[in-house]
Protein backbone atom coordinates (compact mmCIF):
# COMPACT_ATOMS: atom_id res chain seq x y z
CA UNK A 1 0.00 0.00 0.00
CA UNK A 2 1.39 3.46 -1.02
CA UNK A 3 1.27 5.90 2.20
CA UNK A 4 1.43 8.65 -0.82
CA UNK A 5 -1.05 11.39 1.05
CA UNK A 6 -5.02 10.70 0.20
CA UNK A 7 -4.43 6.69 -0.28
CA UNK A 8 -4.35 5.78 3.82
CA UNK A 9 -7.46 3.88 4.88
CA UNK A 10 -9.32 7.01 5.76
CA UNK A 11 -8.88 8.34 2.73
CA UNK A 12 -10.38 4.67 1.15
CA UNK A 13 -13.32 4.59 3.23
CA UNK A 14 -16.15 6.08 1.46
CA UNK A 15 -18.16 5.78 4.40
CA UNK A 16 -15.93 8.66 6.01
CA UNK A 17 -18.23 11.18 8.07
CA UNK A 18 -21.35 9.07 7.95
CA UNK A 19 -23.25 7.91 10.44
CA UNK A 20 -21.75 4.12 8.79
CA UNK A 21 -18.12 4.69 9.54
CA UNK A 22 -17.27 3.77 13.03
CA UNK A 23 -19.81 0.64 11.84
CA UNK A 24 -17.53 -0.53 9.34
CA UNK A 25 -14.48 0.41 10.64
CA UNK A 26 -15.09 -1.93 13.20
CA UNK A 27 -16.30 -4.78 10.75
CA UNK A 28 -12.86 -4.40 8.74
CA UNK A 29 -11.35 -5.24 11.83
CA UNK A 30 -13.31 -7.98 12.79
CA UNK A 31 -13.28 -9.30 9.44
CA UNK A 32 -9.37 -9.29 9.43
CA UNK A 33 -9.36 -6.20 7.75
CA UNK A 34 -6.75 -4.67 10.29
CA UNK A 35 -7.38 -1.08 8.51
CA UNK A 36 -7.17 -2.16 5.35
CA UNK A 37 -10.37 0.16 4.14
CA UNK A 38 -13.42 -1.16 3.11
CA UNK A 39 -13.88 -4.67 4.09
CA UNK A 40 -14.92 -7.27 1.79
CA UNK A 41 -18.89 -7.13 1.28
CA UNK A 42 -19.61 -10.59 0.63
CA UNK A 43 -18.03 -11.41 4.47
CA UNK A 44 -19.59 -8.24 5.77
CA UNK A 45 -22.83 -8.89 4.58
CA UNK A 46 -22.16 -12.74 6.06
CA UNK A 47 -21.47 -11.38 9.53
CA UNK A 48 -24.43 -8.85 9.51
CA UNK A 49 -26.76 -11.95 8.30
CA UNK A 50 -25.91 -13.35 11.98
CA UNK A 51 -28.19 -11.05 13.54
CA UNK A 52 -31.13 -9.92 11.22
CA UNK A 53 -33.49 -12.50 10.27
CA UNK A 54 -35.05 -12.04 6.71
CA UNK A 55 -38.20 -10.90 6.29
CA UNK A 56 -40.49 -8.59 3.58
CA UNK A 57 -41.38 -5.30 3.80
CA UNK A 58 -39.72 -2.78 5.61
CA UNK A 59 -40.05 -4.20 8.92
CA UNK A 60 -40.30 -7.56 10.71
CA UNK A 61 -43.19 -8.55 11.84
CA UNK A 62 -41.90 -11.65 13.53
CA UNK A 63 -39.67 -9.46 15.84
CA UNK A 64 -42.39 -7.01 16.82
CA UNK A 65 -44.92 -9.36 17.93
CA UNK A 66 -42.06 -11.26 19.55
CA UNK A 67 -40.92 -8.57 21.42
CA UNK A 68 -44.17 -7.49 22.02
CA UNK A 69 -45.04 -10.63 23.82
CA UNK A 70 -42.36 -10.67 25.53
CA UNK A 71 -42.63 -7.39 27.24
CA UNK A 72 -46.58 -8.47 27.69
CA UNK A 73 -45.10 -11.21 29.54
CA UNK A 74 -43.53 -9.32 32.23
CA UNK A 75 -46.90 -9.24 33.71
CA UNK A 76 -49.12 -12.09 34.27
CA UNK A 77 -51.03 -12.23 31.46
CA UNK A 78 -53.93 -15.44 32.15
CA UNK A 79 -56.18 -16.91 28.89
CA UNK A 80 -59.75 -15.55 29.77
CA UNK A 81 -62.06 -18.08 31.24
CA UNK A 82 -65.20 -19.18 30.07
CA UNK A 83 -67.39 -17.14 32.54
CA UNK A 84 -65.18 -13.57 31.74
CA UNK A 85 -65.80 -14.38 28.19
CA UNK A 86 -69.85 -15.30 28.70
CA UNK A 87 -69.78 -11.78 30.63
CA UNK A 88 -67.96 -9.94 27.56
CA UNK A 89 -70.78 -11.13 25.44
CA UNK A 90 -73.44 -10.62 27.89
CA UNK A 91 -72.02 -7.17 28.21
CA UNK A 92 -72.10 -5.70 24.91
CA UNK A 93 -75.55 -7.32 24.40
CA UNK A 94 -76.97 -5.74 26.99
CA UNK A 95 -74.98 -2.23 25.60
CA UNK A 96 -76.23 -2.95 21.74
CA UNK A 97 -79.93 -2.70 23.20
CA UNK A 98 -79.00 0.21 25.00
CA UNK A 99 -77.48 1.88 22.15
CA UNK A 100 -80.49 1.05 19.36
CA UNK A 101 -82.43 4.08 22.02
CA UNK A 102 -79.47 6.29 21.44
CA UNK A 103 -78.32 6.25 17.80
CA UNK A 104 -79.79 5.95 14.46
CA UNK A 105 -77.25 3.50 13.51
CA UNK A 106 -78.02 -0.12 13.56
CA UNK A 107 -75.55 -2.80 15.94
CA UNK A 108 -71.59 -3.08 13.94
CA UNK A 109 -71.02 -6.06 16.36
CA UNK A 110 -70.84 -9.51 14.81
CA UNK A 111 -68.68 -11.18 17.06
CA UNK A 112 -67.43 -10.56 20.46
CA UNK A 113 -64.57 -11.64 22.02
CA UNK A 114 -61.98 -11.30 25.65
CA UNK A 115 -59.05 -11.09 24.52
CA UNK A 116 -55.76 -12.13 26.83
CA UNK A 117 -52.85 -9.06 26.17
CA UNK A 118 -51.23 -11.31 23.74
CA UNK A 119 -54.02 -12.04 21.88
CA UNK A 120 -54.80 -8.34 21.38
CA UNK A 121 -51.66 -7.43 20.37
CA UNK A 122 -52.16 -10.70 17.18
CA UNK A 123 -55.63 -9.78 16.82
CA UNK A 124 -54.37 -6.12 16.04
CA UNK A 125 -51.00 -6.74 13.96
CA UNK A 126 -52.52 -6.06 10.96
CA UNK A 127 -53.68 -2.97 11.80
CA UNK A 128 -50.23 -1.90 13.27
CA UNK A 129 -48.60 -3.11 9.54
CA UNK A 130 -50.35 -0.26 8.02
CA UNK A 131 -49.50 2.16 10.93
CA UNK A 132 -46.09 1.47 10.87
CA UNK A 133 -44.46 0.36 7.95
CA UNK A 134 -44.52 4.13 6.33
CA UNK A 135 -42.16 4.97 9.73
CA UNK A 136 -40.14 2.13 8.46
CA UNK A 137 -40.08 3.10 5.24
CA UNK A 138 -38.94 6.71 5.98
CA UNK A 139 -36.08 5.59 8.57
CA UNK A 140 -34.59 3.20 6.12
CA UNK A 141 -34.86 6.04 3.75
CA UNK A 142 -33.08 8.00 6.06
CA UNK A 143 -29.98 5.80 6.24
CA UNK A 144 -30.01 5.62 2.22
CA UNK A 145 -29.40 9.66 2.04
CA UNK A 146 -27.06 10.01 4.94
CA UNK A 147 -24.64 8.04 2.42
CA UNK A 148 -22.73 10.53 0.12
CA UNK A 149 -23.14 9.38 -3.62
CA UNK A 150 -19.49 7.14 -4.09
CA UNK A 151 -20.58 5.02 -1.02
CA UNK A 152 -24.16 4.43 -2.45
CA UNK A 153 -22.46 3.16 -5.16
CA UNK A 154 -19.74 1.15 -3.51
CA UNK A 155 -22.21 -0.11 -1.03
CA UNK A 156 -24.60 -1.37 -3.54
CA UNK A 157 -26.20 -4.84 -2.11
CA UNK A 158 -24.51 -3.24 1.70
CA UNK A 159 -27.68 -0.84 1.54
CA UNK A 160 -30.27 -3.34 1.56
CA UNK A 161 -28.78 -5.32 4.26
CA UNK A 162 -28.46 -2.22 5.95
CA UNK A 163 -32.58 -1.24 5.31
CA UNK A 164 -32.79 -4.50 7.03
CA UNK A 165 -30.89 -3.55 10.33
CA UNK A 166 -33.02 -0.46 10.26
CA UNK A 167 -36.21 -2.51 10.19
CA UNK A 168 -34.83 -4.47 12.77
CA UNK A 169 -34.50 -1.62 14.92
CA UNK A 170 -38.11 0.14 14.20
CA UNK A 171 -39.30 -3.49 14.88
CA UNK A 172 -37.86 -3.77 18.17
CA UNK A 173 -39.14 -0.41 19.12
CA UNK A 174 -42.43 -1.04 18.02
CA UNK A 175 -42.77 -4.17 19.70
CA UNK A 176 -41.84 -2.57 23.02
CA UNK A 177 -44.44 -0.32 22.12
CA UNK A 178 -47.45 -2.69 21.64
CA UNK A 179 -46.61 -4.59 24.37
CA UNK A 180 -46.34 -1.43 26.56
CA UNK A 181 -49.64 -0.42 25.68
CA UNK A 182 -51.11 -4.26 25.96
CA UNK A 183 -50.66 -3.14 29.37
CA UNK A 184 -53.24 -0.63 29.38
CA UNK A 185 -55.65 -0.94 26.80
CA UNK A 186 -59.28 -2.28 27.50
CA UNK A 187 -60.69 -2.65 24.36
CA UNK A 188 -60.21 -3.19 20.26
CA UNK A 189 -60.80 0.14 19.96
CA UNK A 190 -59.69 1.99 23.08
CA UNK A 191 -57.52 4.48 21.79
CA UNK A 192 -59.95 5.63 19.08
CA UNK A 193 -58.41 3.50 16.45
CA UNK A 194 -60.38 0.53 14.87
CA UNK A 195 -57.61 -2.01 15.44
CA UNK A 196 -59.45 -5.04 15.38
CA UNK A 197 -61.18 -6.73 12.80
CA UNK A 198 -64.32 -5.30 11.53
CA UNK A 199 -67.13 -6.31 13.78
CA UNK A 200 -65.38 -7.99 16.44
CA UNK A 201 -66.32 -6.40 19.96
CA UNK A 202 -63.77 -7.48 22.35
CA UNK A 203 -62.39 -6.04 25.50
CA UNK A 204 -59.17 -7.31 27.58
CA UNK A 205 -60.92 -9.07 31.36
CA UNK A 206 -57.01 -8.63 32.98
CA UNK A 207 -56.97 -4.78 32.11
CA UNK A 208 -60.78 -4.26 32.75
CA UNK A 209 -60.33 -5.60 36.36
CA UNK A 210 -57.06 -3.50 37.47
CA UNK A 211 -59.50 -0.44 35.93
CA UNK A 212 -62.09 -1.45 38.00
CA UNK A 213 -59.89 -2.11 41.15
CA UNK A 214 -58.90 1.60 41.15
CA UNK A 215 -62.51 2.75 41.09
CA UNK A 216 -65.20 2.85 43.63
CA UNK A 217 -67.79 1.51 41.22
CA UNK A 218 -69.19 -2.06 41.01
CA UNK A 219 -66.77 -4.30 38.15
CA UNK A 220 -70.13 -5.27 36.73
CA UNK A 221 -71.16 -1.39 35.91
CA UNK A 222 -67.72 -0.84 34.85
CA UNK A 223 -67.94 -4.20 32.12
CA UNK A 224 -71.00 -2.84 30.98
CA UNK A 225 -69.86 0.93 30.50
CA UNK A 226 -66.71 -0.10 28.69
CA UNK A 227 -68.68 -2.61 26.51
CA UNK A 228 -71.13 0.31 25.71
CA UNK A 229 -68.14 2.39 24.69
CA UNK A 230 -66.70 -0.70 22.45
CA UNK A 231 -70.10 -1.23 20.85
CA UNK A 232 -70.46 2.25 19.72
CA UNK A 233 -66.89 2.84 18.12
CA UNK A 234 -68.11 -0.48 16.21
CA UNK A 235 -71.41 1.16 15.25
CA UNK A 236 -69.76 4.21 14.23
CA UNK A 237 -67.42 2.27 11.78
CA UNK A 238 -69.51 0.02 10.58
CA UNK A 239 -71.91 3.19 9.50
CA UNK A 240 -69.63 5.56 8.32
CA UNK A 241 -67.27 3.03 6.03
CA UNK A 242 -64.71 5.69 4.97
CA UNK A 243 -64.13 6.38 8.33
CA UNK A 244 -61.70 3.22 8.70
CA UNK A 245 -59.48 4.73 5.88
CA UNK A 246 -59.47 8.24 6.56
CA UNK A 247 -58.23 7.48 10.23
CA UNK A 248 -55.32 4.78 9.02
CA UNK A 249 -54.64 7.21 5.78
CA UNK A 250 -53.96 9.92 8.17
CA UNK A 251 -51.59 8.11 10.29
CA UNK A 252 -50.06 7.12 7.10
CA UNK A 253 -49.14 10.44 5.79
CA UNK A 254 -48.02 11.26 9.45
CA UNK A 255 -45.52 8.55 9.12
CA UNK A 256 -44.54 9.64 5.77
CA UNK A 257 -43.44 12.93 6.75
CA UNK A 258 -41.52 12.25 9.78
CA UNK A 259 -38.38 13.17 10.26
CA UNK A 260 -35.46 10.56 11.64
CA UNK A 261 -33.31 11.25 14.08
CA UNK A 262 -30.18 10.34 11.97
CA UNK A 263 -27.56 11.25 14.74
CA UNK A 264 -29.26 9.09 16.99
CA UNK A 265 -29.08 6.04 14.49
CA UNK A 266 -25.11 7.37 13.94
CA UNK A 267 -24.85 6.76 17.92
CA UNK A 268 -26.31 4.08 18.03
CA UNK A 269 -24.29 2.38 14.90
CA UNK A 270 -20.96 3.52 17.21
CA UNK A 271 -22.18 1.26 20.07
CA UNK A 272 -22.36 -2.19 17.45
CA UNK A 273 -19.70 -4.33 18.59
CA UNK A 274 -19.56 -6.27 15.22
CA UNK A 275 -18.09 -9.13 16.57
CA UNK A 276 -20.92 -9.62 19.36
CA UNK A 277 -24.49 -10.35 17.58
CA UNK A 278 -26.55 -9.94 20.66
CA UNK A 279 -25.04 -6.35 20.71
CA UNK A 280 -27.46 -4.82 18.23
CA UNK A 281 -30.42 -5.51 20.20
CA UNK A 282 -28.97 -3.11 22.63
CA UNK A 283 -28.63 -0.89 20.37
CA UNK A 284 -32.45 -0.58 19.14
CA UNK A 285 -33.15 0.47 22.37
CA UNK A 286 -34.61 4.03 22.50
CA UNK A 287 -36.51 6.42 20.42
CA UNK A 288 -35.15 6.97 16.79
CA UNK A 289 -37.54 9.70 16.09
CA UNK A 290 -36.90 13.20 15.59
CA UNK A 291 -40.52 14.91 17.38
CA UNK A 292 -39.47 18.15 15.22
CA UNK A 293 -42.17 18.15 12.79
CA UNK A 294 -42.32 19.53 9.14
CA UNK A 295 -45.36 21.15 8.08
CA UNK A 296 -46.90 18.54 6.23
CA UNK A 297 -46.05 16.29 9.29
CA UNK A 298 -47.78 18.35 11.08
CA UNK A 299 -51.46 18.95 8.98
CA UNK A 300 -51.59 15.64 9.32
CA UNK A 301 -51.24 15.41 12.83
CA UNK A 302 -54.05 18.09 13.43
CA UNK A 303 -56.35 15.88 11.25
CA UNK A 304 -55.57 12.84 13.22
CA UNK A 305 -56.01 14.50 16.58
CA UNK A 306 -59.43 16.21 15.20
CA UNK A 307 -60.97 13.00 13.72
CA UNK A 308 -59.68 11.07 16.98
CA UNK A 309 -61.98 13.96 19.20
CA UNK A 310 -64.67 13.46 16.85
CA UNK A 311 -65.01 9.90 17.41
CA UNK A 312 -64.31 9.59 20.67
CA UNK A 313 -66.93 12.65 21.45
CA UNK A 314 -69.56 11.31 19.36
CA UNK A 315 -68.86 7.64 21.25
CA UNK A 316 -68.89 9.65 24.49
CA UNK A 317 -72.08 11.47 23.60
CA UNK A 318 -73.75 8.55 22.53
CA UNK A 319 -73.04 6.49 25.71
CA UNK A 320 -73.79 9.50 28.26
CA UNK A 321 -77.79 9.78 25.93
CA UNK A 322 -77.85 5.68 25.95
CA UNK A 323 -76.89 5.53 29.98
CA UNK A 324 -78.55 8.75 31.31
CA UNK A 325 -81.58 7.20 33.45
CA UNK A 326 -80.44 3.60 33.46
CA UNK A 327 -76.80 3.84 35.23
CA UNK A 328 -76.43 6.41 38.08
CA UNK A 329 -72.64 5.33 37.82
CA UNK A 330 -72.44 6.71 34.51
CA UNK A 331 -71.63 9.91 34.93
CA UNK A 332 -68.31 9.35 37.30
CA UNK A 333 -67.23 6.79 34.86
CA UNK A 334 -67.74 8.97 31.92
CA UNK A 335 -65.38 11.64 33.64
CA UNK A 336 -62.63 8.75 34.32
CA UNK A 337 -62.68 7.64 30.54
CA UNK A 338 -62.47 11.53 29.40
CA UNK A 339 -59.39 12.46 31.70
CA UNK A 340 -57.78 8.64 31.28
CA UNK A 341 -58.22 9.30 27.19
CA UNK A 342 -56.99 12.89 27.37
CA UNK A 343 -54.00 12.50 29.46
CA UNK A 344 -52.92 8.82 28.12
CA UNK A 345 -51.04 6.84 30.42
CA UNK A 346 -47.94 5.93 30.67
CA UNK A 347 -47.57 3.09 28.02
CA UNK A 348 -49.07 5.74 25.61
CA UNK A 349 -46.20 7.99 26.95
CA UNK A 350 -43.90 5.28 25.95
CA UNK A 351 -45.66 4.16 22.48
CA UNK A 352 -45.03 7.93 21.76
CA UNK A 353 -41.44 8.54 22.61
CA UNK A 354 -40.82 5.13 20.54
CA UNK A 355 -42.94 5.31 17.60
CA UNK A 356 -43.48 9.35 17.59
CA UNK A 357 -46.62 9.14 17.19
CA UNK A 358 -49.40 10.28 20.19
CA UNK A 359 -53.31 8.97 19.94
CA UNK A 360 -55.08 11.50 22.19
CA UNK A 361 -58.32 13.23 21.60
CA UNK A 362 -57.24 15.83 22.97
CA UNK A 363 -60.30 17.90 22.73
CA UNK A 364 -62.62 15.59 23.09
CA UNK A 365 -65.15 17.65 25.56
CA UNK A 366 -65.76 19.93 22.87
CA UNK A 367 -66.21 17.22 20.30
CA UNK A 368 -68.94 15.86 22.55
CA UNK A 369 -70.44 19.01 23.41
CA UNK A 370 -70.63 19.60 19.95
CA UNK A 371 -71.98 16.64 18.82
CA UNK A 372 -74.54 16.84 21.90
CA UNK A 373 -75.60 20.52 20.80
CA UNK A 374 -76.61 18.77 17.88
CA UNK A 375 -78.49 16.21 19.05
CA UNK A 376 -80.61 18.69 21.27
CA UNK A 377 -80.78 21.71 18.35
CA UNK A 378 -81.89 18.99 15.48
CA UNK A 379 -82.13 15.81 16.54
CA UNK A 380 -80.30 11.98 16.54
CA UNK A 381 -80.84 11.56 12.53
CA UNK A 382 -78.91 15.14 12.35
CA UNK A 383 -76.21 14.11 14.55
CA UNK A 384 -75.45 11.02 13.50
CA UNK A 385 -75.47 12.08 9.44
CA UNK A 386 -72.79 14.32 9.51
CA UNK A 387 -71.23 11.23 9.49
CA UNK A 388 -72.25 10.58 6.11
CA UNK A 389 -68.65 11.80 4.45
CA UNK A 390 -65.59 13.23 5.88
CA UNK A 391 -66.46 16.34 4.28
CA UNK A 392 -69.04 16.57 6.81
CA UNK A 393 -67.03 16.63 9.60
CA UNK A 394 -66.86 19.86 12.18
CA UNK A 395 -63.28 21.62 11.86
CA UNK A 396 -60.89 22.65 14.62
CA UNK A 397 -62.90 26.27 14.12
CA UNK A 398 -66.08 24.35 14.91
CA UNK A 399 -64.51 22.66 17.82
CA UNK A 400 -63.34 26.19 18.97
CA UNK A 401 -67.64 26.66 18.93
CA UNK A 402 -68.75 23.71 19.85
CA UNK A 403 -72.46 25.34 20.20
CA UNK A 404 -72.56 26.81 16.97
CA UNK A 405 -71.53 23.93 14.89
CA UNK A 406 -74.56 24.04 11.75
CA UNK A 407 -76.62 26.35 14.28
CA UNK A 408 -78.20 27.92 10.87
CA UNK A 409 -78.83 24.40 9.68
CA UNK A 410 -82.29 23.96 8.73
CA UNK A 411 -83.55 20.15 10.54
CA UNK A 412 -83.91 17.46 8.29
CA UNK A 413 -87.25 17.14 9.36
CA UNK A 414 -88.21 20.68 7.95
CA UNK A 415 -86.74 19.22 4.17
CA UNK A 416 -88.04 16.81 1.62
CA UNK A 417 -85.79 14.69 0.48
CA UNK A 418 -84.83 16.09 -2.46
CA UNK A 419 -83.84 19.54 -0.80
CA UNK A 420 -81.60 17.75 1.53
CA UNK A 421 -80.27 15.49 -1.57
CA UNK A 422 -79.66 18.62 -3.56
CA UNK A 423 -78.47 20.58 -0.65
CA UNK A 424 -75.89 17.81 0.91
CA UNK A 425 -74.21 17.96 -3.10
CA UNK A 426 -73.81 21.70 -2.59
CA UNK A 427 -71.46 21.28 0.10
CA UNK A 428 -69.95 18.48 -1.19
CA UNK A 429 -69.46 19.31 -5.03
CA UNK A 430 -69.55 23.32 -4.04
CA UNK A 431 -72.62 25.65 -6.55
CA UNK A 432 -73.71 23.93 -9.60
CA UNK A 433 -72.29 25.10 -12.78
CA UNK A 434 -74.81 28.34 -14.01
CA UNK A 435 -74.26 27.79 -17.32
CA UNK A 436 -73.66 29.20 -20.32
CA UNK A 437 -76.96 31.06 -20.67
CA UNK A 438 -76.84 32.31 -16.73
CA UNK A 439 -76.69 36.35 -16.48
CA UNK A 440 -74.04 37.55 -14.26
CA UNK A 441 -75.53 39.40 -11.13
CA UNK A 442 -76.26 43.17 -11.01
Given at each position: MSNTPGDGPDEQNPFKGTPFEQLFSGLAGGL??????MPDLSALMSQMQAFMQPHDGPVNWAVVTDTARKVSAQEADPTPSQAQRDAVADAV??????????TEFPSGVSTTAAWSRAEWIVETTDVWKRLVEPIAGSAVGALGNALPEEARAMAGP???MLGKATGAMVASQVGQGVGALSSEVLGASDIGLPLGPDGKAALLPANVDAFAAELDVSADDVLLYLALREAAHQRLFANAPWLREHLIGAVTAYGQGIEINTAGIEEKLREIDPTNPMAMQSAMEGGLFDLAKSPAQQAALERLEITLAL????????VSQATETRMPTAAKLQETVRRRRAAGGPAEDAFAALVGLELRPRRLRDASTLWGSLRTRQGTEARDGVWMHPDLLPTAADLDDPLGFREDAASPESLSDEDFDAGLRELLDGPADPGPDAQPDE
Open positions: GGAGAGRLADHWLDEALLGVEGWVDEV
